[in-house]
């Protein structure tokens, strides 16, 4: 799966807070028709075999799109599924262990909030950045706030992308034009709303915009 910096523009993490009596993979088909360019599929409560059939049925669909599929923390469904990888935190498994189980091809995002953070996770392979809360979220609510200075600064120190996370919405997300983020991470700015396919549709555009130098 083609993987480069233009995938990073609006990167949808999932949360079935919002399902309702719709299934994930149907949000995730509205999503994509709207446009997003990055899926990370994120669950916390499924157990492995109810997980590992969803994963695979999303990265399906996710490959039908040529969209890239990673999957949140879980390294072993990431391996089962084979999915094009994996995305982790500071506290979760290290890069090197990662890379040992997936393979060299595949891409590993890492969680940052400080510029040595920032660099120690590109010294030590990962593919890309994935830094925040940019905003106060209500869907992390132990994260930590990064704010738009050091942003910009792990931006400048950095030579793989980075995508801001963290309380996003249409209504901030045009607060980060010039700190030269390669892109956004929403959650609920899509998952939540009544009409996902459009909520992605505007946040492609202004994502677009938020990124333009």
Known sequence: MKFDKDSMIL?????????GKRKLIEQVNDCLKGGATFIQLREKELDYESFLT????????CHKYSVPFVI?????IAAACDADGVHVGQSDMKIDDVRARLGRNKIIGVSAVTIEQAIIAEQNG????????????????????VSHKILKAICDAVS????????I??????????TNINGVAVISAIFAQPDI????????LLSKEAVSV
């Open 11 to 19: 990167y949808a993490v999932t949360d079935r807070t919002w399902l």
């Open 160 to 167: 793989i992308p980075v995508v801001a996370i963290g309380g």
């Open 197 to 204: 396919k459009a909520a992605t549709e505007e946040l492609l």
């Open 169 to 178: 919405t249409s209504h901030n997300i045009l607060e980060l034009k010039g």
């Open 72 to 76: 949140n923390d879980n390294v072993d």
């Open 126 to 145: 990962a593919d890309y950045l994935g830094v925040g809360a940019v905003f106060s979220t209500s869907t992390k609510l132990d994260a930590d706030t």
């Open 54 to 61: 969803e994963a695979r049925e999303i990265k399906t669909l």
